[in-house]
């Protein structure tokens, strides 16, 4: 299903996370390399990022169009400059609507959000803060609505409920990075210059590391804490 990435270290253009690698999310759009649900991820992108201005708010660049297509972000894309990043490229789930609303990143105006799975709606809490009635949506507004703090148990709760679901999360707020591994693929790698956690390596870098399945990765400035998503904590 979908591919996602969220970058947390020193300002760096977006599009040398999401255009210029070699296997970036442009790539990845049309042929990822590891992906075990869908064949492409031609519905749509999304690229959200916090700016270095007083302005705190998540600023977001949606869009339900193939993202190899895109010139207008091509030719915006190396001088928007950030710290954070959450940006997606998307497969729909059958059923699903093909819309901007329903791209990632989903936001409550301080969190970027992005889910890269499948749940079903009716284990889901109903929230009029969800963006769209895209599952990965109504997800996001019963994240947000419960608390970041709470990712993990958030997610141990929906995957017992629906034993079915994939749920890899990536979130960010400008200072933490939080990533799930549930059912799909997730990569972390260690720069120089800040982490990046990814659905999938951008690139044959041998420093990327597969994150295991059923894990929570938290990235707060030069601290990674990898936490096991235990299927009986919680409930
Ligand atoms: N279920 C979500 C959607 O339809 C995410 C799909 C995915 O991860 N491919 O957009």
């Known amino acids: 299903m979908c591919r996602h990435l969220g970058w947390l270290g020193a300002p760096v253009s977006v599009s040398s996370l999401v255009l210029d690698p070699p296997q970036g999310l442009r790539v990845q759009s049309y042929a990822p390399r590891r992906q075990k649900h869908g064949l492409m991820n031609a519905d749509g992108w999304g690229v959200g990022f916090f700016s270095d201005l007083p302005d705190p708010t ?17 030719s915006v894309a190396p001088v928007l400059r950030s710290h954070c990043v959450v940006a997606a490229v998307r497969s729909a789930t059958v059923g699903m ?3 901007a609303s329903a791209t990632a990143p989903f936001t409550d105006g301080q969190w970027l959000l992005s889910h890269n799975g499948i749940v079903d709606r009716a284990v889901l809490p109903l929230s009029a803060n969800a963006e769209s009635v895209c599952d990965s949506a109504v997800l996001a507004a019963a994240i947000f609505d419960r608390g970041l703090d709470a990712l993990g148990d958030t997610i141990i709760e929906v995957g017992s409920t629906d034993p079915l679901a994939r749920l890899n999360i990536m979130a960010a707020n400008g200072s933490r990075l939080l990533a799930t591994a549930w059912g799909d693929t997730l990569s972390i790698l260690r720069r120089a210059d800040g982490v990046v956690l990814a659905s999938e390596p951008y690139d044959d870098d041998p420093d990327w590391e597969d994150i295991p399945d059923r894990h929570l990765v938290e990235v707060t400035g030069d601290q990674i804490v990898l936490t096991a998503l235990n299927r009986s904590k919680g409930f």
């Open 58 to 74: 998540p600023r977001r660049w949606r869009s339900p169009a193939p993202l190899w297509g895109d010139a207008s972000f091509d």
């Open 97 to 99: 609507p093909l819309e």
